[in-house]
């Protein structure tokens, strides 16, 4: 069992910006309108100090959802994959903290980055999905 909480936003795929959510979808769900959204847990920055190791991905056809960018789920290869088979088989996923900042596209090389720590017998890992520099998604990742 899994708890999630998640947003979603409203996107023009035209324009790619986000827009507000138009009155016509939302009444046939009778959902109220919502002024401000609830606060979720974000991930951590990484940090200039922080040990970290490094792979780079190139963004392939089939990374690219219908919407024209990169799939989330591609996302969680990029950044658990460089955490090495040995880890991956030995830990398991605990809580998770994702968030998405900035479009990555079709050719693009992203770069993965990530830290692990421990501390008192609490392993965690802090992760961070770059282009050139700029932050295109972060997560931290929590294990048993």
Known sequence: MAKAQCQFVFMDLTARKLESIPPQLIKPFHSPE????????????LTE???????NYRVRFFDIDANHHVNNARYFDW?????????LRQHRV???AIQYNHEV???????????KQENDGH??????????????????????
């Open 105 to 115: 596209r079709p050719q693009q090389v992203v770069t993965s980055v990530f830290t």
């Open 94 to 96: 605990k809580s998770f």
């Open 34 to 45: 919502m002024k401000r959204l609830p606060r979720i847990r974000r991930p951590h920055d």
């Open 123 to 144: 392993l965690t890992s802090q992760h961070q999905i770059t282009i050139d520099y700029k932050e295109c998604t972060k997560a931290d990742f929590e294990w048993y």
């Open 49 to 55: 100090n922080e040990p970290t190791h490094h792979v």
């Open 79 to 87: 950044l658990l994959a460089p955490l090495g088979d040995d880890f």
